[in-house]
T-cell receptor, first 110, second 114 residues
Framework: GQQVMQIPQYQHVQEGEDFTTYCNSS?????IQWYKQRPGGHPVFLIQ?????EVKKQKRLTFQFGEAKKNSSLHITATQTTDVGTYFC??????????FGTGTRLQVFP | DGGITQSPKYLFRKEGQNVTLSCEQN?????MYWYRQDPGQGLRLIYY???????QKGDIAEGYSVSREKKESFPLTVTSAQKNPTAFYLC?????????????FGPGTRLTVT
């Protein structure tokens, strides 16, 4: 079945450093969504990418969808302590269900 | 206030007992979902419903049951057949159930079975 993997599983950075998480699917995706879950909280939708090669920005966050629509990345510039949490990608493949990635937990040290 | 509510926030049960987790939404969404999250893990789909009176099994449906008698409500029953029920349970909804729309999550219920 369809699988969505994320790397790295954990990332610890010093405040001000950049951070990137990568999402890879075993199948071509119709779209990809990104969510953020703060410690002890619930996932919150960040963005959706639909087109091949699409790039979207939200302040310090940059999201990319690969040309082959099988991978995606989230890049945070100059991390802040408020960026702490787990970032999940979720892709829509050949089924009618979103498949969530394994998540990347980000820890930011002040 | 529009959103999804789950209750209770924490739930403790003895092994062998069935327990029902509540999920209500007032977003007028057609689709609703139940996910399970274990410590340090991603989200695994238990059941989902794209419309009232209809639901489908997700990836880990064994030991769980659901109903969708009203658009607003999608309760999940964790039965005694579920081998490892202790987990964080998240309910979500979306405008439609074809994966093209963002999912809104409730605050979750932490279930502990001893």
């Amino acid at each position: 079945g369809q699988q969505v993997m994320q790397i790295p599983q954990y990332q610890h950075v010093q405040e001000g450093e950049d951070f990137t998480t990568y999402c890879n699917s075993s199948t071509t995706l119709s779209n990809i969504q990104w969510y953020k879950q703060r410690p002890g909280g619930h996932p919150v939708f960040l963005i959706q990418l639909v087109k091949s090669g699409e790039v979207k920005k939200q302040k310090r966050l940059t999201f990319q969808f690969g040309e082959a629509k099988k991978n995606s990345s989230l890049h945070i510039t100059a991390t802040q302590t408020t960026d702490v949490g787990t970032y999940f990608c979720a892709g829509l493949g050949g089924t009618d269900k979103l498949i969530f990635g394994t998540g990347t937990r980000l820890q930011v040290f002040p | 206030d529009g959103g999804i509510t789950q209750s209770p926030k924490y739930l403790f049960r003895k092994e062998g007992q069935n327990v029902t987790l509540s999920c209500e939404q007032n977003l007028n969404h057609d689709a609703m979902y139940w996910y399970r999250q274990d410590p340090g893990q991603g989200l695994r789909l238990i059941y989902y419903s794209q419309i009232v009176n209809d639901f489908q099994k997700g990836d880990i449906a064994e030991g769980y049951s659901v109903s969708r008698e009203k658009k607003e409500s999608f309760p999940l029953t964790v039965t005694s057949a579920q081998k490892n029920p202790t987990a964080f349970y998240l309910c979500a909804s979306s405008r439609e159930g074809v994966g093209a729309y963002e999912q809104y999550f409730g605050p979750g219920t932490r279930l502990t079975v001893t």
